[in-house]
């Protein structure tokens, strides 16, 4: 079993939609999380991080961590046509900067 | 402020040669972490240096090796190359202080093609 879980997708969703995509984990001392987009031929870019379980909110963009349930989300609303890419969640025990990542989940908003 | 910069872009190179990446983080960050990156495995933890010390290591044959210089910058060296060492090879820096933490930058990664 992976210590990571995402859905790898393909994810498709008209503009304008809400946007879900989520990660499981295994391991519980996990309590930094994060939220990578990457486009195609590129590397990750950090879009959100968050420290053990709770909300945090960035323009369009909304983490959530559910630490009982080992279980976190992204939220993106009003989803744009530019957010096409493949979404990582990562996660840390807090050993330094060893990260686990998910498959990623490819995402399409259609215009 | 530059960006995590990374070289060569592309490689190609046979089976049982070496290969050496290498990796420039952004200025004032001290810690450089490496990722292999393929559609089967996804992104997976190989190593992270500080100060030009070897800080965690992940699950990769001793073939998989790297070093920081006094500058920060990081190079990685494959020995033996096999097949399924083809990968995109990324690598990320981040400050490693006071709240950014666990804030990773990536670069855009070398494309290492083993034939």
């Known amino acids: 079993q992976k210590e990571v879980e995402q859905d790898p997708g393909p994810l498709s969703v008209p503009e304008g939609a809400i946007v879900s995509l989520n990660c499981t984990y295994s391991?519980?001392?996990?309590?930094?999380f994060m939220w990578y987009r990457q486009y195609s031929r590129k590397g990750p870019e950090l879009l959100m991080y968050t420290y053990s379980s709770g909300n945090k909110e960035d323009g369009r963009f909304t983490a959530q961590v559910d630490k009982s349930s080992k279980y976190i989300s992204l939220f993106i609303r009003d989803s744009q046509p530019s957010d096409s890419a493949t979404y990582l969640c990562?996660?840390?025990?807090?050993?330094?900067?060893?990260?686990?990542f998910g498959s990623g989940t490819k995402l399409n908003v259609k215009p | 402020k530059a960006g995590v910069t990374q070289t060569p872009r592309y490689l190609i190179k046979t089976r049982g040669q070496q290969v050496t990446l290498s990796c420039s983080p952004i200025s004032g960050h001290r810690s450089v972490s490496w990722y292999q990156q393929t559609p089967g495995q996804g992104l997976q933890f190989l190593f992270e240096?500080?100060?030009?010390?070897?800080?965690n290591k992940g699950n990769f044959p001793g073939r998989f090796s790297g070093r920081q210089f006094s500058n920060s910058r990081s190079e990685m060296n494959v020995s033996t190359l096999e097949l399924g060492d083809s990968a995109l090879y990324l690598c990320a820096s981040s400050l490693d202080s006071g709240t950014t933490l666990y804030e990773q930058y990536f670069g855009p990664g070398t494309r290492l093609t083993v034939t």
């Open positions: 240096y500080f100060s030009e010390t070897q800080r």
């Open positions: 990562a996660m840390s025990a807090g050993n330094f900067n060893k990260f686990y």
């Open positions: 391991n519980s001392a996990f309590q930094y």
